[in-house]
């Protein structure tokens, strides 16, 4: 049996899957279907639900839609507080994206609360405190931040 006929198809089905997931309603979509369940109920969902929204948070980062990554990073947070796996590591997202929309002084302020805990001790994809604290300086120099 020859298939050869379906490759042009399921490339288009592909492609058209791709452009939704990254339209407003695929992204809706998304976040819906990480947010369904009740956190609490279930450790194990709540492991796969906290890192599917901080994964759409990243993905809107890479889309540049910052103001979107916060909002979904924040749910993460809001949702499974600082016992969530990728708790700090949102965090520490957050202040990326109030940095690239010019909100220096909260980037600021995210960067000083994940020094004062120490926050890569906790998810080692959190730089350490020593590039936290050259970022903190960095944006209180060149912003003129009090």
């Not at 058209?16 to 947010?35: E, Q």
């Not at 796969?48 to 839609?65: K, N, S």
Request: net charge neutral; proline share 5%; aromatic share 10%.
């Amino acid at each position: 049996m020859d298939l050869s006929g379906l490759k042009w198809p399921l490339i288009i089905v592909v492609i058209v899957g791709i452009a939704f997931l990254a339209s407003s309603p695929g992204v809706n979509y998304m976040v819906n279907n990480f947010t369904k369940a009740a956190p609490g109920q279930d450790p194990e969902r709540d492991r796969i639900d906290e890192a599917g929204l901080t994964r759409v948070g990243g993905y809107l980062m890479y889309l540049w839609h910052y103001e979107r990554a916060m909002a979904v990073m924040q749910m993460a947070i809001d949702r499974y507080g600082p016992e969530g796996a990728n708790y700090w590591y949102n965090k520490y997202r957050i202040a990326r994206c109030l940095d690239r929309l010019h909100r220096y002084k909260a980037s600021y302020d995210v960067l000083q609360e994940l020094i004062n805990v120490e926050a890569s001790q906790y998810d080692n994809r959190v730089p350490g405190n020593d590039n936290l604290r050259a970022r903190a300086a960095k944006l209180k120099e060149v912003h003129e931040l009090p």
